[in-house]
């Protein structure tokens, strides 16, 4: 026995201390996370034995390692959803490795197997990306090429098949996606515009699905090609971008199998300097969602992402009404303006005060009725300038925040709110939501490193659940420890017996990367969106832990 | 004696990790990101002149993330001074903000580099779960250190940190 451990001690040393080249200079790193939810029964919020139904723990986890050594690398993502936090997509239940890769990169090419994530532009008839706290994937599974022939010349080329929770791609499950993309960067092209104060850069990509069509009823495109381009402009402080895409007839769940061309229109302009900046954008879609199963619905197998481009927001009662795009048809507008009032002037104080100013509307496009929208019709036909008088979303919003001196600092924000519940949410025949929004966000920093944030925020509403008051009390120790007790009270609820508190109790400890966090308590029902997707989140009650860390 | 051999080897192969551990390099990957001008930037060309580096993630939507950013930028022309640290603030934005971007930051006044990275290919490759996320690099490019959530006062544990990398008092 004393034999085999010195050999193994002697193979051992003489392993590491002549390690391979491929061990010594390679750089391993990762990370891991775990949210835990337990919940409990809490008869107030309708949360009964039967509704949690068994499932008395949520557990969604992941870990990721990825390996580099010089030019090349690999890694893989290990994911666990058993079951999935509530809220989450129930074909989430699983577990296994969805995302596993190599790539080798130069300065003039980059190669990619396995999973991976891209865009094309600004998304609008491609992107490929994961949103953790959404349960959210769609990595494609395939090669994607990327060449840098020459200086300011992009050209990317990619095929594979979507990721779908955790079915396989078999033949003819759901369709399969390749795409192009070239991008010319005018200035780092030609020597001489290098320093230039006007900067051009111009793209094009295509992309194309392919479905087999095993309708007994339609005869469905089998190939559904998708083009857009776009250019950046910046002439000093002005910048401009806009990019134009087209998706030809595309029939399906999500607009009803009509038979019309998608159209997707994204623009932005922008002029700042120090201390001020403004930008106006502006976009307008009709029938654009490009999924890689016309069958599918719901939020899953997105080729193409469409941003909303209204303000999202950070505080919980602002946050309530988010918006999700519309695919089948929306226009909107949105403005932004931050200006800071310098140090040293009389509103402007010693440290200087900031202003932000945010407005948005969202309207749904014209339609004539000529096929009453009808499966298997073009559907309607659209006045491509003119603007529905239905308004889905508008936001006008207003913030200040303020240092007024080296322990006193304030945020306050004022929001006005129309949303178009019915459209929005799915709710049957409700009116629209019409509220104000109010909060102050003080932080008192007693000593240089212990400091306690108060949260106080009120909405008003005589719609939907009606008025909500929040308030919050947040105790920090940087860079390691924060204490939290917050409250939600729906006090303006009509249904009296459904006026509730949601309060926590919330604790957690940061090392480094690592961050341990305890919440236990009360989550409000309400929507979550990170990015262009949203996620329904039920009432819950119960303790939720969170674990992460990277290295 | 079985026992002792066990402890040994243990012992020995943990040494022999941490030794690994130092003398192992941990550099960025290369990733390409934007600038706010809109020209394409190569994570590979961060750098400093041999000084430190602090790369911090964040977004539009991150409001902690944000009171990071205001803190470092108060700071920023002290610390230049005094230890010569350059700041590169990379934003996870998607196509909804990136063109909120750079009226924020010009609103703010920030002074540092700002970078964006709308589909999230820097924050993936580095490990970020949750910004802020923020990077200390000395000034070779190698990860020195890394923390994540921001609280009133923590920049001044970051910046002790700095003027140790630094060699400043």
Same mark, same amino acid.
Request: aromatic content about 12%; proline content about 3%; charged content about 20%.
């Given at each position: 026995m004393r034999k085999i451990y010195i050999i193994i001690l002697v193979s051992l040393i003489g392993y590491t201390t002549q390690a391979q080249d491929f061990i010594k200079n390679a750089t391993i790193n990762g990370s891991f996370q775990v949210d835990g939810q337990f919940y409990q029964v809490d008869d107030a919020l309708g949360i009964t034995d039967s509704v949690i139904g068994g499932k008395r723990i949520g557990l969604n986890g992941f870990g990721k390692i990825t390996y580099s050594y010089g030019n090349f690398s690999a890694g893989m993502r290990y994911e666990a959803?058993?079951?999935?936090?509530? /809220?989450?997509?129930?074909?989430?239940e699983g577990s296994g490795f969805p995302n596993i890769w190599a790539s080798y990169h130069t300065d003039m090419i980059d190669v990619t197997v396995g999973d991976f994530y891209e865009q094309f532009g600004n998304g609008l008839i491609l992107r490929s990306y994961e949103e953790w706290t959404l349960g959210y994937d769609n990595a494609l599974n395939g090669m994607r090429l990327v060449l840098r022939p020459m200086p300011g010349i992009t050209i990317k080329g990619l095929y594979g098949s979507q990721r779908f929770f955790w079915t396989k791609f078999e033949r003819d499950s759901r369709g399969i996606v390749r795409g192009l993309d070239a991008e010319v960067d005018f200035n780092s092209l030609v020597k001489k515009w290098e320093s230039s104060k006007v900067r051009v850069i111009v793209g094009a990509s295509g992309v194309s699905k392919y479905q087999r069509d095993t309708d007994p009823l339609y005869n469905l495109p089998e190939n559904v090609g998708a083009f857009a381009g776009r250019v950046n402009l910046n002439v000093g402080k002005l910048g401009f971008m806009t990019e134009y895409g087209n998706k030809i007839n595309d029939p399906s769940a999500t607009n009803g199998f009509i038979y019309q061309d998608g159209k997707a229109l994204l623009s932005s302009l922008s002029y700042s300097q120090r201390g001020f900046g403004v930008s106006l954008q502006m976009k307008r879609v009709q029938n654009?969602?490009?999924?890689?199963?016309? /069958?599918i619905s719901s939020n899953a197998l997105d080729i193409n992402f469409l941003p909303p481009i209204n303000r999202t927001h950070a505080y919980s009662l602002t946050a309530k009404y988010p918006y999700a795009t519309q695919p089948n048809g929306e226009m909107g507008v949105q403005f932004q303006m931050n200006y800071k009032i310098p140090k040293g002037s009389k509103l402007g104080g010693k440290y200087g005060t900031g202003i932000a100013v945010n407005f948005s509307q969202v309207n749904d496009i014209v339609r004539d009725t000529i096929d009453k929208g009808e499966p298997g019709t073009l559907g309607y036909s659209s006045d491509f300038f003119k603007v529905s008088d239905a308004i889905f979303f508008r936001d006008f919003n207003i913030d200040i925040d303020k240092k007024f001196n080296a322990k006193w600092k304030a945020v306050v924000q004022y929001m006005n709110l129309y949303y178009d519940i019915v459209t929005l949410q799915g709710h049957p025949k409700e009116d629209a939501v019409k509220a104000h929004i109010a909060l102050a966000d003080v932080t008192w920093s007693f000593r240089s490193d212990k400091s306690v944030r108060f949260e106080l925020q009120n909405l008003w509403t005589k719609q939907d659940k009606g008025n909500w008051a929040a308030a919050l009390v947040e105790y920090t120790i940087a860079p390691t420890w924060f204490f939290t007790l917050a409250d939600q009270y729906?006090? /303006?609820?009509?249904?009296?017996?459904?006026?509730?508190h949601y309060y926590i109790i919330s604790a957690g400890y940061i090392k480094d990367a690592s961050r341990i966090a305890l919440t236990y308590g009360r989550q409000s029902e309400g929507v979550l969106c990170v990015g262009g997707v949203c996620r329904q989140v039920p009432a819950a009650s119960g303790l939720t832990v969170t674990i992460t860390t990277s290295f | 004696m079985k026992k002792l051999f066990i402890v040994l080897t243990l012992s020995l192969l943990t040494v022999l990790s941490f030794a690994q551990e130092q003398k192992s390099i941990s550099k960025i990957p290369a990733v390409a990101l934007k600038t706010l001008d809109g020209k394409n930037f190569n994570?590979?060309?961060?750098?400093n002149d041999g000084k430190p580096i602090i790369l911090s993630f964040w977004a539009l939507w991150c409001k902690p993330c944000q009171k990071e950013l205001d803190a470092f930028n108060e700071h920023y022309a002290d610390w230049q001074k005094e230890t010569g640290v350059k700041i590169y603030a990379v934003s996870i934005d998607d196509s909804r903000s990136t063109a909120k971007v750079l009226p924020l930051v010009d609103g703010k006044s920030w002074e540092f580099e700002v970078l964006l990275d709308p589909n999230s290919d820097f924050k993936r490759a580095m490990n970020v779960n949750m910004i802020p996320h923020t990077f200390l690099l000395d000034g070779k490019g190698n990860i020195v250190s890394q923390h994540t959530s921001y609280f009133e006062g923590s920049e001044l544990d970051l910046y002790e940190e700095i003027k140790k990398l630094a060699g400043v008092k």
């Amino acid at each position: 026995m004393r034999k085999i451990y010195i050999i193994i001690l002697v193979s051992l040393i003489g392993y590491t201390t002549q390690a391979q080249d491929f061990i010594k200079n390679a750089t391993i790193n990762g990370s891991f996370q775990v949210d835990g939810q337990f919940y409990q029964v809490d008869d107030a919020l309708g949360i009964t034995d039967s509704v949690i139904g068994g499932k008395r723990i949520g557990l969604n986890g992941f870990g990721k390692i990825t390996y580099s050594y010089g030019n090349f690398s690999a890694g893989m993502r290990y994911e666990a959803f058993l079951s999935p936090i509530s /809220g989450f997509d129930s074909r989430q239940e699983g577990s296994g490795f969805p995302n596993i890769w190599a790539s080798y990169h130069t300065d003039m090419i980059d190669v990619t197997v396995g999973d991976f994530y891209e865009q094309f532009g600004n998304g609008l008839i491609l992107r490929s990306y994961e949103e953790w706290t959404l349960g959210y994937d769609n990595a494609l599974n395939g090669m994607r090429l990327v060449l840098r022939p020459m200086p300011g010349i992009t050209i990317k080329g990619l095929y594979g098949s979507q990721r779908f929770f955790w079915t396989k791609f078999e033949r003819d499950s759901r369709g399969i996606v390749r795409g192009l993309d070239a991008e010319v960067d005018f200035n780092s092209l030609v020597k001489k515009w290098e320093s230039s104060k006007v900067r051009v850069i111009v793209g094009a990509s295509g992309v194309s699905k392919y479905q087999r069509d095993t309708d007994p009823l339609y005869n469905l495109p089998e190939n559904v090609g998708a083009f857009a381009g776009r250019v950046n402009l910046n002439v000093g402080k002005l910048g401009f971008m806009t990019e134009y895409g087209n998706k030809i007839n595309d029939p399906s769940a999500t607009n009803g199998f009509i038979y019309q061309d998608g159209k997707a229109l994204l623009s932005s302009l922008s002029y700042s300097q120090r201390g001020f900046g403004v930008s106006l954008q502006m976009k307008r879609v009709q029938n654009m969602s490009f999924k890689s199963d016309r /069958g599918i619905s719901s939020n899953a197998l997105d080729i193409n992402f469409l941003p909303p481009i209204n303000r999202t927001h950070a505080y919980s009662l602002t946050a309530k009404y988010p918006y999700a795009t519309q695919p089948n048809g929306e226009m909107g507008v949105q403005f932004q303006m931050n200006y800071k009032i310098p140090k040293g002037s009389k509103l402007g104080g010693k440290y200087g005060t900031g202003i932000a100013v945010n407005f948005s509307q969202v309207n749904d496009i014209v339609r004539d009725t000529i096929d009453k929208g009808e499966p298997g019709t073009l559907g309607y036909s659209s006045d491509f300038f003119k603007v529905s008088d239905a308004i889905f979303f508008r936001d006008f919003n207003i913030d200040i925040d303020k240092k007024f001196n080296a322990k006193w600092k304030a945020v306050v924000q004022y929001m006005n709110l129309y949303y178009d519940i019915v459209t929005l949410q799915g709710h049957p025949k409700e009116d629209a939501v019409k509220a104000h929004i109010a909060l102050a966000d003080v932080t008192w920093s007693f000593r240089s490193d212990k400091s306690v944030r108060f949260e106080l925020q009120n909405l008003w509403t005589k719609q939907d659940k009606g008025n909500w008051a929040a308030a919050l009390v947040e105790y920090t120790i940087a860079p390691t420890w924060f204490f939290t007790l917050a409250d939600q009270y729906n006090y /303006g609820n009509k249904d009296k017996e459904a006026r509730n508190h949601y309060y926590i109790i919330s604790a957690g400890y940061i090392k480094d990367a690592s961050r341990i966090a305890l919440t236990y308590g009360r989550q409000s029902e309400g929507v979550l969106c990170v990015g262009g997707v949203c996620r329904q989140v039920p009432a819950a009650s119960g303790l939720t832990v969170t674990i992460t860390t990277s290295f | 004696m079985k026992k002792l051999f066990i402890v040994l080897t243990l012992s020995l192969l943990t040494v022999l990790s941490f030794a690994q551990e130092q003398k192992s390099i941990s550099k960025i990957p290369a990733v390409a990101l934007k600038t706010l001008d809109g020209k394409n930037f190569n994570t590979n060309q961060i750098s400093n002149d041999g000084k430190p580096i602090i790369l911090s993630f964040w977004a539009l939507w991150c409001k902690p993330c944000q009171k990071e950013l205001d803190a470092f930028n108060e700071h920023y022309a002290d610390w230049q001074k005094e230890t010569g640290v350059k700041i590169y603030a990379v934003s996870i934005d998607d196509s909804r903000s990136t063109a909120k971007v750079l009226p924020l930051v010009d609103g703010k006044s920030w002074e540092f580099e700002v970078l964006l990275d709308p589909n999230s290919d820097f924050k993936r490759a580095m490990n970020v779960n949750m910004i802020p996320h923020t990077f200390l690099l000395d000034g070779k490019g190698n990860i020195v250190s890394q923390h994540t959530s921001y609280f009133e006062g923590s920049e001044l544990d970051l910046y002790e940190e700095i003027k140790k990398l630094a060699g400043v008092k």
